[in-house]
């Protein structure tokens, strides 16, 4: 063994320590705050409070939480209308972030304009673009049923009725979440070199026929990917239900994430709430494993 | 597709975007008993405040109303708005420093554990927050921290989506400025504060983006963790104040616009790096 290597190998082991050295405060708040939560949403599922004489106590109650949980209406209505929200928004989202990428992705003039103006939604937080269209869907003064009065349609309940409101979320929702997906479709959409598309062209194929067969294939990955993400955090969207409808009418808006939040922290139910936590966590876990694979998938 | 085509989709979808924010514009200069003017049946008088005034952005900031019962929480959205700047800057600041130097070990070393460590990473950032929010509730009222800034602010300082950003960035720096500056004795920590790091500006703006705006749009933590008066964040404070009153909407919007207007002057003129930002960790692996 050479002076050199033998150095190196010495500077190697003094240095072992480094990389730990900057994982270490990322890691500690990490372990802490996401992971260790994980963990204790199963402790949690199995504890809850017992009212005594001496006041609420923490208490060992086994499954009971669950037991509850599969006797109680209110949660397989939410269950029911999560299912629900997200067959319905999910593919629609996706889809029509496809298309608003094709838009964006033509090139006409002005569309560095048009692609700003799209991004505004991205920007405005969730919270304010409900606040928004709280007063926009109003049935009696809201400006929705203002345009519909301009085509002699009568005033709509958007959010207080049982047969609307849980659509008009799944409309707002979309506003706000629509443009931020299309970022993505842009961006795959701007890695397909031109030449592909013109080589098409040359051997006759029409726009729909591009698309079919060359687009949407090239942006399989991207596909995937946004209706992975979208499903992921779709399926905890709490501030749609809490901030234009509360839950209701009838919990018919009344999504697992409000309802995990209304146990919890309104009813002081801890223990149910860490019971749906459970249930959402392997839903998430299905979900996450499914996007690991499609990870795997495109790195070999 | 004929350009025509194209002009109209652009436009209704534009339109689509613009209305809604317009709307909130022109109503929050409006006064209140105008709010509502021409928006049933609907004219395009409603999107421009004819009856221009800053009445409704004087009382939030004041705390004052000219109704009893004032919309705004006391001491006024002032002070909200400094709150979550402070505690927004705080992350850009502490959570990136944290963040980078992390994404710094898995771009630069070979360690044990490592694919390990940055699965938990990967998994972080793929799991939301929200499903585990009441065991951290929990954990973070152990730690005495209910109602306190530490509780909103400590638990959002790493992101497994910023961690994953900076190695990406970081695994592309130059070897060679690497090791000119190791030649020179220069240590590890002082590599990636002086070297590393002014040299990666787009990374920087693009994680310093992602950071602010998680705070600054943070809603449901803040919600759980600080429900007092006295930390109410933007996004809560004007959220709790429809709930307790109901009526003051050009103040509501007035509110609503500040809080959206930081976020867009952020995000325009930087467009390119955020879009980076997002797209670089959901894409290119």
Same mark, same amino acid.
Request: net charge positive.
């Given at each position: 063994?050479?002076?050199?290597?033998?150095?190196?190998?010495?500077?190697?082991?003094?240095?072992?320590? @480094? #990389?730990?050295?900057?994982? *270490?405060? $990322?890691? &500690?708040?990490? !372990?802490?705050?996401? %992971?260790?939560?994980?963990?204790?949403?199963?402790?949690?599922?199995?504890?809850?409070?017992?009212?005594?004489?001496?006041?609420?106590?923490?208490?060992?109650?086994?499954?009971?939480?669950?037991?509850?949980?599969?006797?109680?209406?209110?949660?397989?209505?939410?269950?029911?209308?999560?299912?629900?929200?997200?067959?319905?928004?999910?593919?629609?989202?996706?889809?029509?972030?496809?298309?608003?990428?094709?838009?964006?992705?033509?090139?006409?003039?002005?569309?560095?304009?048009?692609?700003?103006?799209?991004?505004?939604?991205?920007?405005?937080?969730?919270?304010?673009?409900?606040?928004?269209?709280?007063?926009?869907?109003?049935?009696?003064?809201?400006?929705?049923?203002?345009?519909?009065?301009?085509?002699? @349609? #009568?005033?709509?309940?958007? *959010?207080? $009725?049982? &047969?609307?409101? !849980?659509?008009?979320? %799944?409309?707002?929702?979309?506003?706000?979440?629509?443009?931020?997906?299309?970022?993505f479709?842009?961006?795959?959409?701007?890695?397909?070199?031109?030449?592909?598309?013109?080589?098409?062209?040359?051997?006759?194929?029409?726009?729909?026929?591009?698309?079919?067969?060359?687009?949407?294939?090239?942006?399989?990955?991207?596909?995937?990917f946004?209706?992975?993400a979208?499903?992921?955090?779709?399926?905890?969207?709490?501030?749609?239900?809490?901030?234009?409808?509360?839950?209701?009418?009838?919990?018919?808006?009344?999504?697992?994430?409000?309802?995990?939040?209304?146990?919890?922290?309104?009813?002081?139910?801890?223990?149910?709430?860490?019971?749906?936590?459970?249930?959402?966590?392997?839903?998430?876990?299905?979900? @996450?494993?499914?996007?690991?694979?499609?990870?795997?998938?495109?790195?070999? | 597709?004929?350009?025509?085509?194209?002009?109209?989709?652009?436009?209704?979808?534009?339109?689509?975007?613009?209305?809604?924010?317009?709307?909130?514009?022109?109503?929050?200069?409006?006064?209140?008993?105008?709010?509502?003017?021409?928006?049933?049946?609907?004219?395009?008088?409603?999107?421009?405040?004819?009856?221009?005034?800053?009445?409704?952005?004087?009382?939030?900031?004041?705390?004052?109303?000219?109704?009893?019962?004032?919309?705004?929480?006391?001491?006024?959205?002032?002070?909200?708005?400094?709150?979550?700047?402070?505690?927004?800057?705080?992350?850009?600041?502490?959570?990136?420093?944290?963040?980078?130097?992390?994404?710094?070990?898995?771009?630069?070393?070979?360690?044990?554990?490592?694919?390990?460590?940055?699965?938990?990473v990967l998994?972080?950032f793929m799991?939301?927050?929200?499903?585990?929010?009441?065991?951290?509730?929990?954990?973070?009222?152990?730690?005495?921290?209910?109602?306190?800034?530490?509780?909103?602010?400590?638990?959002?300082?790493?992101h497994g989506m910023v961690i994953f950003l900076f190695r990406q960035f970081?695994?592309?720096?130059?070897?060679?400025?690497?090791?000119?500056?190791?030649?020179?004795?220069?240590?590890?920590?002082?590599?990636?504060?002086?070297?590393?790091?002014?040299?990666?500006?787009?990374v920087?703006?693009s994680a310093?983006?992602i950071?602010?705006?998680?705070?600054?749009?943070?809603?449901?933590?803040?919600?759980?963790?600080?429900?007092?008066?006295?930390?109410?964040?933007?996004?809560?404070?004007?959220?709790?104040?429809?709930?307790?009153?109901?009526?003051?909407?050009?103040?509501?919007?007035?509110?609503?616009?500040?809080?959206?207007?930081?976020?867009?002057?952020?995000?325009?003129?930087?467009?390119?790096?955020?879009v980076q930002g997002i797209t670089g960790s959901g894409l290119k692996e």
């Amino acid at each position: 063994m050479t002076g050199t290597q033998l150095r190196a190998r010495g500077l190697r082991s003094r240095e072992d320590w @480094i #990389p730990y050295l900057f994982l *270490l405060p $990322a890691f &500690s708040l990490l !372990l802490m705050f996401r %992971i260790l939560p994980v963990l204790a949403t199963f402790r949690e599922s199995l504890y809850s409070y017992i009212f005594s004489a001496s006041g609420p106590q923490h208490m060992f109650v086994g499954l009971d939480n669950f037991r509850r949980l599969v006797q109680d209406p209110v949660f397989w209505k939410s269950v029911k209308v999560t299912m629900l929200f997200s067959l319905v928004i999910n593919p629609t989202q996706t889809a029509l972030a496809l298309g608003l990428g094709l838009l964006a992705n033509q090139r006409v003039r002005g569309i560095r304009l048009f692609r700003s103006i799209y991004l505004l939604p991205v920007a405005v937080s969730l919270n304010i673009v409900c606040l928004i269209w709280r007063l926009m869907l109003d049935s009696n003064f809201g400006m929705i049923n203002g345009i519909l009065a301009l085509v002699h @349609i #009568p005033r709509q309940p958007f *959010l207080g $009725a049982e &047969s609307h409101a !849980l659509w008009s979320i %799944i409309a707002v929702a979309t506003w706000k979440g629509v443009p931020y997906w299309t970022i993505f479709f842009l961006a795959g959409l701007q890695g397909i070199s031109r030449s592909v598309l013109e080589a098409a062209a040359i051997d006759g194929a029409n726009a729909w026929q591009t698309f079919l067969h060359i687009t949407l294939p090239l942006l399989r990955q991207v596909i995937l990917f946004v209706l992975v993400a979208d499903t992921i955090i779709n399926f905890v969207l709490f501030i749609p239900p809490f901030v234009l409808t509360g839950g209701g009418p009838q919990l018919s808006t009344n999504l697992l994430m409000l309802e995990t939040y209304r146990k919890g922290f309104l009813y002081g139910d801890t223990g149910g709430a860490g019971a749906i936590s459970v249930l959402l966590l392997a839903i998430m876990v299905v979900i @996450i494993t499914i996007e690991f694979t499609m990870l795997r998938a495109r790195e070999t | 597709m004929k350009t025509a085509t194209i002009y109209f989709l652009l436009f209704l979808v534009a339109a689509m975007v613009l209305v809604p924010l317009l709307w909130a514009i022109s109503a929050s200069l409006t006064p209140l008993d105008k709010v509502f003017a021409n928006v049933y049946p609907f004219s395009w008088r409603a999107l421009v405040p004819l009856d221009f005034t800053w009445e409704a952005y004087r009382n939030i900031f004041q705390g004052q109303s000219h109704t009893a019962e004032s919309v705004a929480p006391q001491p006024g959205f002032g002070k909200p708005v400094l709150t979550t700047l402070i505690l927004a800057l705080g992350t850009v600041i502490f959570g990136g420093l944290t963040c980078a130097s992390a994404g710094f070990a898995f771009a630069r070393f070979n360690f044990r554990g490592k694919s390990l460590l940055f699965s938990l990473v990967l998994l972080s950032f793929m799991m939301p927050m929200e499903v585990t929010i009441v065991p951290l509730f929990v954990i973070v009222s152990r730690l005495g921290w209910v109602n306190t800034w530490q509780g909103i602010w400590v638990p959002g300082l790493v992101h497994g989506m910023v961690i994953f950003l900076f190695r990406q960035f970081f695994s592309e720096f130059p070897q060679d400025l690497i090791d000119a500056a190791r030649v020179d004795g220069a240590s590890w920590p002082r590599i990636l504060g002086s070297i590393v790091l002014p040299l990666s500006m787009p990374v920087l703006i693009s994680a310093g983006l992602i950071l602010f705006l998680y705070q600054w749009d943070a809603f449901l933590w803040p919600l759980v963790v600080a429900p007092g008066k006295d930390l109410r964040l933007v996004q809560v404070a004007i959220s709790l104040s429809v709930q307790e009153h109901q009526t003051l909407w050009n103040e509501l919007m007035a509110g609503s616009m500040i809080a959206a207007l930081i976020p867009i002057l952020l995000i325009l003129p930087f467009q390119r790096h955020y879009v980076q930002g997002i797209t670089g960790s959901g894409l290119k692996e």
